[in-house]
């Protein structure tokens, strides 16, 4: 069984408005169950894509494996407003593209309410990804990458933006973990290429900060090669997800199990990284802790 805590509502970036959105989630829930998936944070709504009220409808039709996540801009989201969000449906909240850093004091409404009810926190981490993978391939040398890059040039979101790594750091959550001890923060892609030791630091102090292991090949590879797992982040601190299209799902699977192998984690072990961390996070399973 495994919990996907980063799995995207389906979304056509180039062209919006021609978009099946009940096939797409049709067709993004067969993959999530194809690659053994059982339960997915469904992120959804806000500036990102359909209205909060719309995209809830679309998830209710896999009830059984999607769990609403709520995408929120906190420059406008409120206090008020999670609550409302929390009526109508949604188990958890994700922020993304912050124009101050996570722990900036306005955003404290927002945390305050999460931790009253109980939401769970997904945070990006690091540079955000997207387009061209620059570390592994080129223009220059892959057709595939010089028609990326047209497409990024010619796309609506070519345009500028306001957002930057540094207000998306790992230490940011140790400050909101020290205010609102009982919110859970789950810090994505291992706290992003270039801050895993910052991100090791805060999941090894703060009881209520987790990481997800999404974020592609290269920090798969990271989890690895620089002795993540098990060393650095505790089994107990990490869950997975798949941040990623449909076609690519089954994939990261393989690669989890592959890590699994390499760094040679016990049955139990896996089982936590794959569900029952996210299971405990979220609600579903009560955590049990060693006796006295």
Not at 26 to 31: K, L, P, T
Not at 43 to 49: H, V
């Amino acid at each position: 069984m495994i919990w996907d805590v980063h799995c995207h509502f389906p979304r056509n970036w180039q062209d919006p408005d021609n978009f099946d959105n009940a096939k797409e989630i049709d067709a993004r829930a067969d993959a999530l169950r194809a690659a053994g998936v059982v339960r997915a944070s469904l992120l959804s709504g806000g500036r990102f894509g359909l209205p909060y009220d719309e995209s809830l409808t679309y998830a209710r039709r896999h009830e059984d494996l999607f769990v609403p996540s709520a995408m929120i801009d906190p420059e406008e989201i409120t206090y008020r407003d999670v609550k409302e969000l929390h009526e109508m449906g949604y188990v958890s909240l994700k922020m993304i593209g912050v124009r101050r850093p996570y722990d900036d004091y306005a955003y404290f409404g927002v945390y305050q309410a999460a931790e009253e009810l109980g939401m769970p926190i997904l945070m990006h981490m690091g540079v955000i990804g997207g387009g061209i993978d620059y570390s592994i391939t080129h223009p220059r040398r892959d057709p595939d990458a010089a028609q990326r890059l047209r497409e990024m040039k010619s796309s609506p979101r070519a345009r500028g933006r306001d957002t930057s790594a540094t207000r998306m750091r790992p230490f940011h959550m140790d400050t909101i973990a020290n205010n609102f001890p009982d919110l859970t923060l789950i810090g994505a892609h291992m706290g992003g290429t270039g801050n895993y030791d910052e991100a090791a630091s805060v999941t090894r102090w703060r009881h209520n900060v987790y990481l997800d292991m999404s974020g592609g090949e290269t920090i798969e590879r990271h989890a690895v090669e620089r002795r993540l797992i098990g060393h650095e982040i505790g089994v107990e601190k990490l869950t997975w997800g798949s941040d990623c299209g449909n076609d690519e799902i089954a994939d990261h699977v393989t690669n989890l199990e592959r890590i699994f192998e390499q760094v040679g984690l016990t049955e139990d072990e896996r089982h936590r990284i794959r569900y029952q961390n996210a299971a405990e996070i979220f609600g579903e399973a009560e955590p049990v802790h060693a006796a006295e």
